[in-house]
């Protein structure tokens, strides 16, 4: 045949087709299973030993059997009698690596192509590589889209489709909504640019966003957007911080009782000046000043309690010991407003009373009547009185009965924040009148209430007949219900004093400032 790419050989291999195992096993005739053995034009198989050279295909040595196939490459090792004699034939198509690749025939007789080897990526790889890139390509395509999809929104009561994650001056412009932009204002709120402040206002859902929220705002979709006009926008401004004091101020008309019911504290405000308009306002209070606050007060006990506090001013004297003695026998306490001066003449007595239980406080040092005096005569009063109490007893106290019951605000500013409590009285025996035990007895006990404060004296001159009216003031109020506490315990019973100042010794905080300026 003219097209015949391997030329006829003149070489006669009929014998060893006839014996080949290939094509016939045991006595069968190798032309009853392959009909073109015989036939030596077959373009498809030669017989013959040697062969011309093909393009891109080297020639091979002949297989034992003494013919050769183009198409099957010989391979000595191979055993199985299905395909040839103990041997591959050479095949050019297929690879000739050192792996499987190229191989016909694995020794079970079951062709296989691939596994490892020096030769061409099989087929299978490159699909998967087909695939993987398909696959990454769809990724891309959906990320693309989940950040370009358009998304639907409220405008100002009206829907819109936008991309998502568009900006909110983007929407705005897209929908078209008019609103005036703000203006540029000093730090007092004059007009500097007009137009000259946030291009416009944006509230999403409930929640008013700041100029920055609007800046950096991106859509999402689903959101309810209100669009107004544009807040106004302050100048720069330079910051500077200036105090201010704390003040004295008076909480009540009246009461009994007047205690410091908040210290003073200095506050702190910020000053800003405009960079363009040079105006000068309050800016930020960094810290709120904090004024002293006085209350007033009339202790009211709570729940219903009866509760009354005996007084005795102007001691100790050689009467302390004889007051003492009754409490004792009727087992109560009481409070006693000592001179600083009879403290120091009477040492053992002021010691007297603290160890029987009863409450020792100031009657100041030498019974001025502190409105009339200077503020370091009063401020002499009151500390004076305090140390001679501290030498005598060992124990601190802030609290006082000014002489005469005479005590201003400006009284209270001259002290200095070295005392916390004025304590007045509600009943006076008017003992000082020496008027008879029985009238002593009727002027502390007829009206009295609960919470009331009873006034008697123990120095500044005879008090037998505050001895003898002593335990008949206690044995007529006991059998009305009354139960007799000291000052401290009876500011305890009311709730609606701090308990900081029922102690008897509140002195002034270190971080506290005392004002020199009434409110």
């Keep these: 045949m003219t097209n015949n790419r391997y030329p006829r050989s003149d070489r006669d291999d009929r014998r060893e087709f ?46 034992a059997s003494g013919h050769g196939n183009g198409y099957v490459p010989s391979n000595p090792r191979h055993t199985d009698g299905r395909y040839s004699s103990g041997h591959f034939s050479e095949n050019p198509y297929l690879d000739q690596g050192t792996g499987d690749f190229g191989r016909v025939g694995s020794g079970d007789g079951v062709l296989k192509v691939g596994g ?91 929640d008013q966003l700041s100029g920055d929220q609007i800046s950096s705002y991106k859509v999402g ?17 330079d910051t500077s ?69 005996l007084t005795f001013d102007d001691g100790p004297s050689s009467y302390t010991s004889k007051y003492l003695d009754i409490l004792n026998q009727y087992g109560i306490h009481a409070t006693f407003f000592n001179l600083g001066q009879s403290v120091d003449e009477y040492p053992d007595e002021s010691k007297a009373i603290v160890e029987q239980g009863s409450q020792l406080a100031s009657h100041t040092y030498s019974h001025d009547d502190l409105p009339t005096d200077s503020s370091d005569k009063v401020l002499s009063e009151v500390t004076s009185a305090f140390t001679s109490i501290k030498n005598a007893t060992g124990q601190d106290t802030t609290v006082i009965r000014p002489p005469y019951g005479d005590f201003k605000e400006t009284t209270w500013s001259h002290t200095n924040g070295t005392m916390s409590t004025s304590v007045l009285w509600n009943m006076d025996s008017e003992d000082w009148r020496r008027p008879g035990a029985d009238k002593i007895v009727s002027n502390a006990c007829d009206g009295i209430t609960s919470g009331d404060i009873i006034l008697m004296h123990d120095g500044g001159g005879n008090r037998d007949q505050d001895v003898e009216a002593l335990p008949k003031i206690i044995e007529r109020l006991q059998g009305e219900g009354y139960t007799f506490v000291t000052v401290n315990e009876l500011m305890a019973s009311d709730s609606s004093i701090p308990d900081w100042c029922c102690t008897g010794n509140n002195p002034m905080p270190d971080d506290a400032v005392w004002p020199t300026e009434i409110a």
């Design 18 to 63: 006839q014996t080949d195992s290939r094509f016939s096993r045991g006595s069968q005739n190798v032309s009853s299973r392959n009909p073109h053995a015989s036939d030596r034009s077959n373009p498809y198989y030669s017989a013959s030993s040697t062969r011309e050279p093909i393009s891109n295909h080297r020639e091979r040595p002949r297989s």
């Design 116 to 206: 490892m080897g020096s030769g061409r990526r099989p087929a299978p790889s490159r699909n998967r590589l087909i695939a993987i890139a398909v696959v990454a390509v769809v990724a891309v395509i959906g990320i693309l889209y989940l950040f370009n999809r358009p998304v639907e929104l409220t405008v100002n009561g009206s829907r819109m489709s936008i991309k998502v994650g568009t900006s909110l001056t983007d929407v705005v412009k897209a929908k078209g909504v008019v609103v005036n932009p703000g203006n540029l204002v000093s730090v007092n709120g004059n007009v500097i640019t007009s137009g000259g402040g946030e291009a416009f206002s944006a509230k999403v859902g409930d």
């Design 221 to 237: 979709g689903g959101e309810n957007i209100e669009v107004t006009d544009g807040a106004d926008t302050m100048e720069d401004y």
């Design 241 to 309: 911080v200036v105090e201010e004091q704390p003040k004295l101020e008076m909480d009540g008309s009246y009461g009994a009782i007047g205690y410091i019911s908040q210290w003073g504290k200095v506050g702190k405000q910020e000053v800003r000046t405009g960079k363009t308009s040079g105006e000068t306002a309050n800016g930020d209070v960094i810290q709120p000043v904090q004024n002293c606050v006085i209350t007033l007060h009339n202790v009211t006990p709570d729940d219903g309690k009866k509760v009354v506090a």
